[in-house]
C-alpha cells in the first residue's frame, strides 16, 4: 500500500509540462503541416474549404489533446466503460436517426460537426478491452467468461456499424479490438482458429454483401476489368503514385490530382496526391514520421506502470499502425477499396477527433506513468 | 497473496510485452512490404505510369488543314479556298440555350426543322464541345449577327477557309470536287484518316481525289491539358499546319471556258492538246454540274437531278467515256496499210454505193455513201471517208497489224493515269477476242474493224493523243495535265524529233538499245513510224480532207493559214443500221436521240507549222462533218489566238528554271 502511494503522482504542472513526449508532438505536428499542406493542393493551391476547415480541426484538437494529456490516467480508467456506452449510444442514435450520405447512414448533426461515431468506436474499445484485461489476472485470460464478454463487447458496435453500412470502419474496429486481445494473452490458437473459420466462411460473408462492396472486392483482384468503372479508383490511385517517381511532381503540380482523376483525394485517397507530388522520397519521410510517432507511443506504454496504461499504448500504437498500413496497402492497390482513413492526414472531423483523443490519453501515460491504478 | 499478485502482474507484464515484441516484428514486415510496393511502383514502373499520366491529362486537338489550291497556265486559281463566314457556339457556355436559339432563328430566318436537327446535335455532343450553327453564312448575315453581338453571349462568329471554284462547272470533270470525308474515304485512304478532323472536305473525284495526298495539308494540332472529365483546362503547345501544295495545271482557263460554252446543252467531250510538250490546254466534258454545290452537302433534290440527268453530268466522257471512233480511225488504218507495205498510195478500190456493197461470205458491207465514191485512191478514201476502201484495206492489213500502229498511237491505254476512273479502251486482236470473248476472230470484224466500228473502244482523250502523235511527225510524246516546271523547250523536243526520226532510218535497233541504257530516264519522242513518208502522207489526206472540195469536213475550213487546220471526221453507229432503216434513209431528228450516231472529230492545226490536236465528240450528235467539224472551227480560232500569250510564259517557264 505504502508503495503504491509513493507512487502515486503528485507532480507540479511544470514537471508534468516537462514530461509531454516532444518527440511525439513534433512528429504529431509535422504530420499537421503535411496533412495541411495537401489538403491545400487538394484545394488547388488555394485556401479554401477543405484546407480552411482542416488547418482550424488540426488547430482546435491538438490543443484539445495538450488538455487530454493533464488528465490523470486514472479519470480515463475510470470513465473507459462509461465512453464506450456513450459511443454506443451515438451508434444507435446515428443508426436511428443520423444524417444520410453516399447510401451510408453514419452521421450526427451536431450543427458544429458532423460526428461519426464509429470513427471514435475505434479509440473506446481499445479503451473498453484495456481497463476490461488491467484487471483479469493473467491465469484467467483464457477462461470462457472472459472471451465470451470481449467478443460481445466488441461485437455489438460491428454489428451497428456494418449495417449503417460501413465496411472498412466495422474491420478497423474490430481490428483494434481483436489487437487488445492479442496483447491481453488470448490464447493463440483462438486467433488461429478464428482465422481459419474466417477465410473458409468468407464466400458466405462476401455473399452477405452489398452489390458495390461486392464489386470492389472482385474489383481489387482485376481492376483492368472494368477501368472506368469499379476498378477506377484504384488504376488511378497507382497511376498517381507511380508517375510521381523518385522526387515527385512537385507541391502543387500532381496533375492526377489537380485534374480531379483521383477520387477521394481529401480523405481515402489524400497519400496518393501527397505521393504523386512528393513522390518516393517524401513517402518514405511521412512513412517515417509515422513509425516514429508509433514508436514513441509503443515506447510511453512500455514504461507505464499500469496495465491499463500499458494496454491503451500498446492496442492504440498498434491500431494506428493498423490504420496506416490498410489505408496505404488499398491506395497503392494491395488491398480491395474500403473505407478507411489515414490518421491526422485525411480530412475528416471524427477520425481527427478520435486520434486527438488518443494521443491524449497515451500523452497522459507518460505524465501519470508512475500513477498506480487499483 | 502481495507476492503472488507481483507474480502474476510480472507474468502478464512479460505476456504483454512479448506479444507487443512479436507484434512489432510483424509491423516491421508489413512497413517493409508498402516500402517495397512503393518502390516498385514510383522507382521500378515509375516510366510506365508516368505515360499513363500523361494519357491521362494530354489531348490533342487537331484543325482542318487548309487545302492546296489549283491554278491553270496562266496562274489564275481556279480551285482556291475563300474566307467562310461561321457561327460557333459552345452549349456551356450559354446560360439559357433556348432562348437563344430562337433569337439566332429570328435573325437568320432559319427553319424550324433546321433548329430542331441542332437541338438533336447538341444533345449528342459534350457540353463543352463546339456546336456549328452555321458553316456558311453570307457576309450579311454575318454583319448581322456581329451587330446583334452584345446580346447573344456564348456566340462565336468565326472566319475560317471553304473550297471554292471560281469558275463553277467548267471545271468539273478536270478538278472534280471536295466534301465532307466519308467512312469509305477514311477506309481506302491513309493520310485522309491521319489527318481527319470533323468537318474535313476532301477530293471525291478528279484530280482533287487523285492528288489528295499533295492537297490535303498538315493539321495544325493543339496539346491541351484536361480533367477527368474531358474538359480543356489550358493550351500547352500549338503546332501550325501547313497548307496543303498549289497544283498548277497546264489548262487555259479561256479556252476551256470557251469548250463549255461549245458544248453547251450537248452530251459530248473536247479536249485540245500541245502536239509536242503533249500539255493539255482544254478538256472537258457536257454536261456538267456545279461543283460548289457539294461542300456543304448537296441538297438531296439537286443531286437526284444530276444523277438522272439522261445525258450523264457525272461522267467525264473524256477520260471515262467509251466509244466506238467510226472514221476517225482510217488515218491509222492508213498508216498501218502503208507502213506494213499492204496499200500503196495508188491503190485504188472501187466503191459502187448500195446497190453493190462489198461482200464477204455472203455479208454485206455498205458504204455510208449510198451512191458510192467510185473509183478512191487512199489519199481520196481518207479525204472523203470511203468505208468501201477501208474494208479492203484492213482486210489485206489484218486485224492484228493494225492493232500494233493503233496501240503505238496511243489506244487501248490510259493516257493521263491521274483520273481514277479513266478507261483503257479496246484496240482489238485475235489474241484479245481469245483471251476476252474465247472465240476465234472473224474477218468481217476485221473490216468493220477497219472504219471503227466492232469491238474497238476509244475515249476521246485516247483521240486526241493519237492526233497529236500523228501531228508532230509521228514521235511518241508525254501528255500531262500538270505543269511540268522541267519541261523542255519546244526547240529542243523538235531536236529530240528530229534526231530520233534519223536514228530511225538508220538500222538503229542496237544503237536505240545503248541509248535506252543511257537514257533510262529522259524523254525520247522516239517515232512511231517505219518511214517518215507514210505519216506525212496521213496528214496530207487530213489536210485535204478539211481544205479541199470534196473532203468531208470542207465546210468547217479555214482558210487563213493561221488558223487553217486538218482533220478528219467520224460518224460512229451506237447500233446496227438494218436494212429496213438503211433504206428509210431517216434524217436525224426522226430518229430517237439514244440511238443517234456519235458525231466525231479530229483535227490539228495550223496546218504549216502544227502545234495543237483536239478531238471533239458530241453524243449522238449525228455526223462529225455537220455536227463536230464545226465546232473545231470556232475552237482553232481560239486556241490560236491565244497562242503567242501561251508562248510568252511558256518562256518564262523556261527561264525561271
Known amino acids: ?374 | 497473496m502481495i507476492g503472488s499478485g507481483e507474480d502474476s502482474g510480472f507474468k502478464k507484464t512479460n505476456t504483454i510485452n512479448r506479444r507487443m515484441f512479436i507484434f512489432a516484428a510483424a509491423k516491421t514486415i508489413v512497413f517493409c512490404g508498402i516500402v517495397g510496393r512503393l518502390f516498385s511502383l514510383q522507382i521500378s514502373e515509375n516510366k510506365k505510369y508516368l505515360t499513363l499520366s500523361d494519357k491521362n491529362r494530354l489531348r490533342e486537338a487537331r484543325l482542318p488543314p487548309i487545302r492546296g489550291e489549283f491554278e491553270d497556265y496562266f496562274g489564275n486559281r481556279i480551285a482556291k479556298n475563300l474566307t467562310v463566314y461561321q457561327l460557333h457556339v459552345v452549349p456551356e457556355q450559354v446560360e439559357d440555350f433556348k432562348t437563344l436559339m430562337v433569337r439566332i432563328k429570328d435573325i437568320l430566318n432559319l427553319s424550324d426543322s433546321y433548329l430542331q436537327d441542332l437541338i438533336k446535335k447538341k444533345n449528342k455532343q459534350k457540353p463543352w464541345e463546339t456546336l456549328i450553327i452555321s458553316e456558311n453564312l453570307t457576309w450579311g448575315e454575318f454583319s448581322k449577327i456581329n451587330f446583334y453581338l452584345h446580346e447573344l453571349s456564348g456566340i462565336r462568329p468565326v472566319l475560317t477557309v471553304g473550297r471554292n471554284y471560281p469558275y463553277n462547272e467548267t471545271y468539273t470533270h478536270v478538278l472534280g470536287y471536295v466534301s465532307e470525308a466519308s467512312v469509305n474515304d477514311l477506309v481506302s485512304s491513309d493520310i485522309i484518316k491521319q489527318r481527319n478532323v470533323p468537318g474535313l472536305r476532301v477530293g471525291k473525284i478528279g484530280l482533287e481525289k487523285a492528288l489528295e495526298e499533295d492537297l490535303i495539308g498538315k493539321n495544325s494540332i493543339q496539346r491541351f491539358e484536361v480533367n477527368a472529365y474531358g474538359k480543356r483546362i489550358n493550351q500547352i503547345d500549338f503546332q501550325e499546319g501547313e497548307q496543303g501544295k498549289t497544283i498548277k495545271l497546264t489548262i487555259d482557263t479561256e479556252i476551256q471556258k470557251y469548250t463549255q460554252e461549245l458544248l453547251k446543252e450537248k452530251a459530248g467531250s473536247i479536249s485540245v492538246m500541245d502536239i509536242y510538250t503533249g500539255e493539255i490546254i482544254a478538256m472537258n466534258s457536257s454536261p456538267s454540274f456545279n461543283p460548289n454545290l457539294f461542300l456543304y452537302g448537296i441538297k438531296k433534290n439537286k443531286w437526284s437531278e444530276i444523277k438522272n440527268d439522261p445525258l450523264k453530268p457525272l461522267l467525264n466522257k473524256t477520260v471515262s467515256g467509251l466509244y466506238s471512233p467510226g472514221s476517225t480511225i482510217k488515218p491509222i488504218v492508213a498508216l498501218s496499210a502503208l507502213e506494213n507495205d499492204v496499200v500503196s498510195p495508188n491503190f485504188k478500190v472501187n466503191c459502187r454505193g448500195h446497190k453493190h456493197p462489198l461482200e464477204l461470205y455472203g455479208m454485206k458491207y455498205h458504204c455510208w455513201k449510198k451512191q458510192g465514191h467510185g473509183y478512191m485512191s487512199l489519199k481520196n478514201a481518207i479525204k472523203q471517208s470511203c468505208d468501201t476502201y477501208f474494208y479492203e484495206a484492213s482486210r489485206l492489213l489484218g486485224v492484228d497489224r493494225l492493232n500494233a500502229t493503233a496501240t503505238k498511237f496511243g489506244l487501248g491505254d490510259i493516257v493521263l493515269g491521274r483520273f481514277f476512273n479513266e478507261k483503257k479502251g479496246i484496240v482489238p486482236s485475235t489474241k484479245w477476242k481469245k483471251e476476252a470473248i474465247g472465240q476465234n476472230w472473224y474477218l468481217g470484224e476485221t473490216l468493220i474493224n477497219g472504219i471503227g466500228q466492232g469491238y474497238i473502244q476509244v475515249t476521246p482523250l485516247q483521240l486526241c493523243l493519237m492526233t497529236a502523235q500523228l501531228a508532230n511527225g509521228g514521235h511518241k510524246i508525254y501528255p500531262k495535265i500538270i505543269l511540268d516546271k522541267k519541261q523542255e523547250s519546244i526547240e529542243k523536243i523538235k531536236q529530240k524529233m528530229k534526231l530520233a526520226g534519223e536514228n530511225n532510218e538508220k538500222d538503229s535497233k542496237l544503237l536505240s538499245a545503248t541509248e535506252k541504257f543511257f537514257n533510262i530516264n529522259e524523254k525520247n519522242y522516239h517515232a512511231l513510224y517505219r518511214n517518215k513518208q507514210n505519216v506525212k502522207f496521213v496528214l496530207d489526206a487530213m489536210f485535204s480532207s478539211t481544205n479541199e472540195i470534196y473532203g468531208t469536213s470542207f465546210s468547217s475550213r479555214i482558210e487563213d493559214p493561221k488558223y487553217q487546220f486538218a482533220g478528219k471526221t467520224g460518224t460512229a453507229q451506237v447500233k446496227r443500221i438494218t436494212k429496213e432503216e438503211r433504206e428509210l434513209d431517216l434524217k436525224i431528228n426522226q430518229i430517237p436521240y439514244k440511238e443517234r450516231d456519235h458525231a466525231w472529230y479530229i483535227a490539228f492545226g495550223p496546218y504549216k507549222n502544227p502545234r495543237y490536236a483536239v478531238s471533239i465528240l458530241i453524243e449522238h450528235g449525228g455526223s462529225g462533218s455537220s455536227t463536230a467539224a464545226p465546232i473545231a472551227k470556232k475552237l482553232f480560232k481560239s486556241v490560236i489566238d491565244r497562242h503567242d500569250l501561251r508562248e510568252q510564259v511558256q518562256i518564262k517557264y523556261l527561264t525561271d528554271v
Open chain 1, 1 to 374: 500500500m505504502f508503495i503504491q502511494s509513493s507512487l502515486s503522482d503528485k507532480s507540479t504542472f511544470f514537471q508534468k509540462l516537462r514530461s509531454l513526449d516532444y518527440i511525439m508532438l513534433f512528429c504529431i505536428l509535422i504530420l499537421g503541416i503535411i496533412s495541411s499542406l495537401a489538403m491545400y493542393s487538394t484545394d488547388g493551391g488555394e485556401l479554401l474549404y477543405h484546407s480552411e476547415s482542416h488547418i482550424i480541426r488540426f488547430l482546435v484538437f491538438f490543443t484539445m489533446m495538450i488538455f487530454i494529456s493533464f488528465i490523470n490516467i486514472k479519470t480515463w480508467h475510470t470513465f473507459g466503460y462509461l465512453f464506450y456506452v456513450i459511443v454506443l449510444g451515438l451508434l444507435i442514435w446515428a443508426s436511428l436517426f443520423g444524417i444520410t450520405a453516399q447510401g451510408s447512414q453514419r452521421w450526427i448533426d451536431l450543427y458544429f460537426i458532423n460526428l461519426q461515431p464509429s470513427e471514435l468506436m475505434k479509440i473506446a474499445i481499445i479503451l473498453c478491452f484495456a481497463k476490461y484485461y488491467h484487471r483479469v489476472q493473467i491465469a484467467n485470460v483464457n477462461k470462457l467468461r472472459n472471451i465470451i464478454i470481449p467478443i460481445l463487447i466488441l461485437f455489438v458496435p460491428i454489428s451497428l456499424v456494418v449495417t449503417q453500412p460501413d465496411l472498412g470502419t466495422s474491420i478497423l474496429i474490430a481490428l483494434s479490438g481483436i489487437i487488445v486481445l492479442w496483447l491481453a494473452g488470448v490464447n493463440a490458437k483462438y486467433f488461429i482458429y478464428s482465422s481459419l473459420i474466417f477465410i473458409i466462411s468468407a464466400p458466405f460473408i462476401i455473399s452477405f454483401l452489398k452489390p458495390y462492396q461486392k464489386l470492389r472486392i472482385l474489383t481489387f483482384f482485376d481492376p483492368d476489368k472494368d477501368p472506368l468503372g469499379a476498378g477506377y479508383q484504384i488504376i488511378q490511385s497507382k497511376i498517381a503514385v507511380g508517375s510521381g517517381g523518385l522526387i515527385g511532381k512537385g507541391f502543387l503540380k500532381g496533375t492526377q490530382g489537380y485534374l480531379e482523376f483521383l477520387p477521394e483525394k481529401h480523405t481515402d485517397f489524400i497519400f496518393t496526391l501527397f505521393s504523386e507530388e512528393f513522390g518516393f522520397v517524401g513517402s518514405i519521410l511521412l512513412l517515417v514520421v509515422y513509425a516514429i510517432l508509433i514508436f514513441r507511443i509503443i515506447r510511453i506504454g512500455s514504461f507505464s506502470r499500469s496495465f491499463f496504461g500499458k494496454f491503451f499504448c500498446y492496442g492504440f500504437g498498434s491500431a494506428i499502425f493498423v490504420y496506416i498500413t490498410v489505408n496505404m496497402a488499398m491506395v497503392l492497390g494491395l488491398l480491395p477499396i474500403v473505407g478507411s482513413p489515414l490518421p491526422i492526414m485525411s480530412y475528416g472531423g471524427s477520425s481527427m477527433l478520435a486520434t486527438m483523443i488518443g494521443l491524449g490519453i497515451v500523452m497522459s501515460t507518460k505524465i501519470y506513468r508512475r500513477q498506480m491504478i487499483s
